[in-house]
């Protein structure tokens, strides 16, 4: 185990992509369980508070520490095993997901969770119910997560496999490693029907597991990971189809979303659709050149290929030239370099973003709302005219196919910055009134505490905070994300 205390090397521990930024006594940095276990045991008795530190990619705040120490889990960072022919991969938290789908990939498997940041931990991914583009047709990474191992807030241990423990209608049991039980109640409330990252996953008799994943590192130390695979698609269909308007680009992602998602006869069945504005565009035209001058929106999208190519690549024409797409200009991905490329064409937008803020000295200033499939083009044309009158210059990309929506606020000086955090929190109720989600990947972390509280009153609030109690009675872990300690009294 390595410890450190010393201010220059714990600097890089402070902070996550957020620009948001804290401060610790100390960083430890175990090797395994059983130090993990050991550390918890120990800051446990003497109630020190310990924040959970993955790779820094996240865009709340949660791994940030406001006081205590830091657990960094960078050092348990193996894949312990890729199983072929059941399907399925042990991995620590720490690898980095990048790298874990290159070596899945290598073995003709395929692990479909895919955020815009794949450097991030694995173990982070599982903490936010993280998803990304192929998040359309595959699901969040709910969906893949087979089995967990937990060190939880007094350092006993936790082995919970998907369809071991299931909820008695909202009476929860679970019991640990060392045969001691864990009893608790399932609050009772409405989750968005829309991409959710917002808050505990809390269902009447729902596996265990799920609670879990999305609780962002309150209720557990998350040791080991078994996940779901599938077999590697060999052939894809990728293209970013550049539009003159952003109504008709809208208006193809309308209709590509309702064929892939309500026509079963549909030959349009797309994995990812996704959107960029024209102020993306600008952004992004001093790296990529060829983006032509008269487009003002753009829209990326991938289909897997069967035997079907010609019929495919007719369908998706026969879409773009109803919604006036630019069929000459467009840029269609012929292998898997060129996809490649495509991907990093997607990804470069939020690090410019990233990069922007942080020479301003600013946070970050980003959308991660979603809203029901009938309501996201009144609810984006709204957003829109909201951040205009605001007077603030922004960028617009994301999951359109999902109703969900990165909006970057561009603000210059905190003068800017104040009128895009009231802007922030207008979205953010208007998307809840629309019955949608404050947070459809990131979670809430730090930083969104406030905007889940336009989601859930106070009451809700409190009884998620009486499940984190029921785990951490003498409140050590990861306090401040998701809801303040003051909830925890």
């Known amino acids: 185990m390595i410890i450190k205390s010393n201010p220059d090397e714990i600097q890089n521990y402070l902070t996550d992509a957020s620009n948001y930024s804290g401060k610790c006594d100390a960083v430890y940095i175990p090797e395994s369980e059983d130090e993990i276990s050991e550390?918890?045991?120990?800051?446990?008795?003497?109630?020190?508070?310990?924040?959970?530190?993955?790779?820094?990619?996240?865009?709340?705040?949660?791994?940030?520490?406001?006081?205590?120490?830091?657990?960094?889990?960078?050092?348990?960072?193996?894949?312990?095993?890729?199983?072929?022919?059941?399907?399925?991969?042990?991995?620590?938290?720490?690898?980095?997901?990048?790298?874990?789908?290159?070596?899945?990939?290598?073995?003709?498997?395929?692990?479909?969770?895919?955020?815009?940041?794949?450097?991030?931990?694995?173990?982070?991914?599982?903490?936010?119910?993280?998803?990304?583009?192929?998040?359309?047709?595959?699901?969040?990474?709910?969906?893949?997560?087979?089995?967990?191992k937990i060190v939880l807030p007094d350092g006993r241990k936790l082995n919970i496999e998907r369809g071991q423990h299931i909820a008695d209608g909202s009476h929860a049991i679970l019991p640990t490693e060392d045969g001691s039980i864990i009893s608790f109640e399932l609050p009772r409330y409405e989750m968005p029907d829309t991409k959710n990252a917002a808050g505990y996953y809390c269902k009447e008799k729902m596996d265990l597991i799920d609670l879990f994943i999305g609780a962002e590192g309150t209720l557990g130390v998350i040791t080991e990971i078994k996940l779901k695979l599938i077999d590697l698609p060999q052939n894809i269909l990728s293209c970013i189809i550049f539009f003159e308007s952003e109504e008709d680009a809208l208006d193809f992602i309308e209709d590509a979303t309702r064929l892939s998602r309500f026509n079963e006869d549909s030959i349009i069945s797309a994995r990812g659709v996704e959107l960029f504005d024209k102020f993306t565009l600008k952004f992004l035209r001093g790296d990529y050149s060829n983006i032509p001058e008269n487009a003002n929106a753009a829209v990326w999208f991938e289909q897997e290929i069967d035997d079907n190519e010609d019929e495919l690549i007719s369908g998706w024409m026969e879409l773009i030239s109803k919604h006036?797409?630019?069929?000459?200009?467009?840029?269609?991905?012929?292998?898997?370099?060129?996809?490649?490329?495509?991907?990093?064409?997607?990804?470069?937008?939020?690090?410019?973003?990233?990069?922007?803020?942080?020479?301003?000295?600013?946070?970050?200033?980003?959308?991660?709302?979603?809203?029901?499939?009938?309501?996201?083009?009144?609810?984006?044309?709204?957003?829109?005219?909201?951040?205009?009158?605001?007077?603030?210059?922004?960028?617009?990309?994301?999951?359109?196919?999902?109703?969900?929506?990165?909006?970057?606020?561009?603000?210059?000086?905190?003068?800017?910055?104040?009128?895009?955090?009231?802007?922030?929190?207008?979205?953010?109720?208007?998307?809840?009134?629309?019955?949608?989600?404050?947070?459809?990947?990131?979670?809430?972390?730090?930083?969104?505490?406030?905007?889940?509280?336009?989601?859930?009153?106070?009451?809700?609030?409190?009884?998620?905070?009486?499940?984190?109690?029921?785990?951490?009675?003498?409140?050590?872990?990861?306090?401040?994300?998701?809801?303040?300690?003051k909830y925890l009294i």
């Not at 991995?91 to 991030?120: G, M, W």
């Open 39 to 148: 550390i918890v045991k120990n800051c446990n008795a003497e109630k020190i508070k310990i924040t959970v530190a993955g790779n820094g990619t996240g865009l709340t705040g949660a791994r940030v520490p406001e006081e205590g120490v830091v657990l960094s889990m960078e050092k348990l960072n193996k894949i312990i095993e890729i199983n072929s022919d059941d399907k399925y991969a042990i991995v620590q938290p720490s690898v980095i997901l990048s790298e874990f789908q290159h070596e899945a990939e290598s073995k003709n498997l395929f692990y479909p969770p895919d955020p815009t940041e794949r450097n991030c931990f694995i173990g982070g991914t599982v903490a936010t119910n993280a998803s990304g583009a192929r998040t359309f047709k595959y699901g969040p990474t709910r969906s893949y997560v087979l089995g967990l």
């Open 324 to 485: 006036n797409g630019m069929e000459e200009e467009s840029w269609i991905a012929n292998d898997r370099k060129e996809m490649d490329k495509f991907k990093d064409f997607r990804h470069a937008i939020a690090l410019k973003v990233n990069d922007y803020m942080s020479q301003r000295g600013l946070k970050k200033v980003g959308t991660d709302v979603a809203v029901p499939f009938e309501s996201f083009k009144r609810f984006y044309f709204d957003t829109i005219k909201l951040v205009s009158d605001a007077g603030l210059n922004y960028v617009v990309y994301g999951h359109a196919g999902d109703s969900h929506i990165h909006l970057n606020m561009l603000p210059d000086d905190a003068g800017q910055y104040n009128r895009a955090v009231e802007t922030y929190r207008q979205i953010c109720a208007n998307a809840v009134k629309l019955k949608g989600t404050v947070s459809a990947e990131h979670g809430i972390g730090k930083l969104k505490r406030e905007y889940l509280k336009l989601m859930y009153n106070d009451d809700t609030i409190k009884k998620m905070a009486l499940i984190k109690l029921a785990f951490d009675p003498n409140r050590i872990l990861n306090i401040g994300n998701i809801f303040e300690e």
